[in-house]
């Protein structure tokens, strides 16, 4: 049984940065893929970002790469996801997930545990 709890959201102005973090416990969190998803309303959950069980290999969606930098800490059984120059087109609630393998995915129906979400809000 894997608990991932999110946090880090909140109301930011465009330009600024958030870092959402997410904890894990389980005790096979080192060996496993994480990812970052958002949704709007009336939009499919998109991939944000994705980093392998390592760390070895991180992967981006084209609309947040260079601005977004997943990371994780291993013996802290947690992933960050920091979010720097934001658009309000940034805005959406964000899902941390994790695979039940070692290999970062982009499909979010190839995850097996999902946070609850936290809200981040760009104003203009």
């Known amino acids: 049984q894997v608990q991932l709890v999110e946090s880090g959201g909140g109301l930011v102005q465009a330009g600024g940065s958030l870092r959402l973090s997410c904890a894990a416990s389980?005790?096979?969190?080192?060996?496993?893929?994480m990812g970052w998803f958002r949704q709007v309303p009336g939009k499919e959950r998109e991939f944000v970002a994705s980093?392998?069980?390592?760390?070895?290999?991180?992967s981006y969606s084209d609309s947040v790469k260079g601005r977004f930098t997943i990371s994780r800490d291993n013996p802290e059984n947690t992933v960050y996801l920091q979010m720097n120059s934001l658009k309000p087109e940034d805005t959406a609630v964000y899902y941390c997930a994790g695979r039940r393998f070692s290999l970062d995915q982009r499909d979010a129906y190839l995850y097996d545990y999902w946070g609850q979400g936290t809200q981040v809000t760009v104003s203009s």
């Open positions: 389980g005790r096979t969190f080192s060996a496993s893929a």
């Open positions: 980093i392998s069980g390592s760390g070895s290999r991180t």
